[in-house]
């Protein structure tokens, strides 16, 4: 087998949000297999910081840009900075999203449009701008992270379901209107992940062993678990997947059917280990 099995390898790679928890690892994984990275984020000095350290560390070509995703001049300008530096996009990976808090009844209007205008518009103009350089080339791969709670709402936070739910199906239409021009478009859904954004989440260790409980690898998710799913979604090794929706969640998803009390039924995992 060869060893760059992904071959990714000189693939342009741009990192929405790539200094988040995930984009950060995403990044930092791309840059291992010796891909192209791009960089971006609308934090610009821990972008310098991350990239500069790319280049350090695995010595590969790597590029910082500064943007806003739900700014259409600044997501243009993106797209002219690559263009200008490499020539070509080969993957683009949409991570760059919010999550705010409130219960339905106490959400204003500003906030419930602020996270789509992130989450959902953000995705769609990074994806429009980067799809007409691929539609060019006649290649490219979309990976956008969503997450399960694009299926399941998750509750009192707002529009954060809502705006997945658009990105699963921004997705598809991407798939099904650019597959011709060779280009795939795939979700990954992932769920109970330890990052900044679900920091609040794992403070209280009672908290996360509840959360634990409820899936069905009894684990929380690492942001590793999600860069593997990333580079085989961005990677040729999955050519034939498009469309497609892979939630990263250690089985939470299908767990329902396990919270029903049963009488003199299974133990449950407390008694067994
Ligand atoms: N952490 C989880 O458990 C979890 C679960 C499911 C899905 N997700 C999704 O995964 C993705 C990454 O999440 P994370 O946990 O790494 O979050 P994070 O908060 O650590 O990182 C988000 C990044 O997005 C950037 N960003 C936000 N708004 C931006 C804008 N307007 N323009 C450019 N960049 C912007 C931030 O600067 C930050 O670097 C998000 O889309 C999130 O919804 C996370």
């Not at 650019?178 to 795939?186: D, P």
């Not at 769920?191 to 959360?211: H, I, W």
């Amino acid at each position: 087998m060869t060893t760059d099995w992904l071959g990714l390898k000189d693939q342009v790679c741009v990192v929405t949000g790539a200094v988040g928890g995930m984009g950060t690892k995403i990044c930092g994984d791309l840059a291992a297999q010796k891909a192209t990275v791009v960089a971006l984020d609308r934090q610009a000095d821990p972008l310098n910081k991350l990239v500069n350290h790319l280049k350090d560390t695995e010595n590969v070509s790597a590029l910082d840009v500064v943007c806003d995703v739900t700014d259409e001049a600044s997501v243009q300008r993106a797209v002219a900075q690559v263009k200008a530096a490499f020539g070509r996009v080969d993957v683009v990976i949409n991570t760059a999203g919010i999550l705010k808090f409130d219960p339905l009844e106490d959400l204003d209007y500003a906030t419930w449009k602020q996270v789509l205008d992130v989450n959902l518009n953000g995705y769609y103009l990074v994806t429009h701008e980067f799809g007409k350089l691929m539609i060019a080339q006649k290649h490219g791969t979309f990976v956008h992270i969503s997450t399960v709670a694009s299926d399941i709402p998750e509750t009192y936070s707002g529009a954060y379901s809502t705006s997945k739910a658009g990105v699963n199906m921004l997705s598809k239409q991407v798939a099904a209107e650019w597959g011709m021009f060779g280009i795939r478009s795939n979700v990954l859904e992932p769920c109970l992940v330890k990052t900044p954004m679900s920091a609040a989440f794992y403070a209280d260790p009672q908290v996360e062993n509840g959360r634990k409980e409820l899936t069905a690898s009894k684990r929380i998710g690492t942001t590793q678990d999600i860069a593997n799913a990333i580079l085989f979604l961005a990677s040729d090794r999955s050519s034939y997947v498009n469309a497609a929706a892979l939630p990263i969640d250690g089985g939470f998803s299908v767990m329902m059917q396990n919270q029903i009390p049963k009488p003199g039924g299974r133990r449950g995992f407390a008694e067994t280990h």
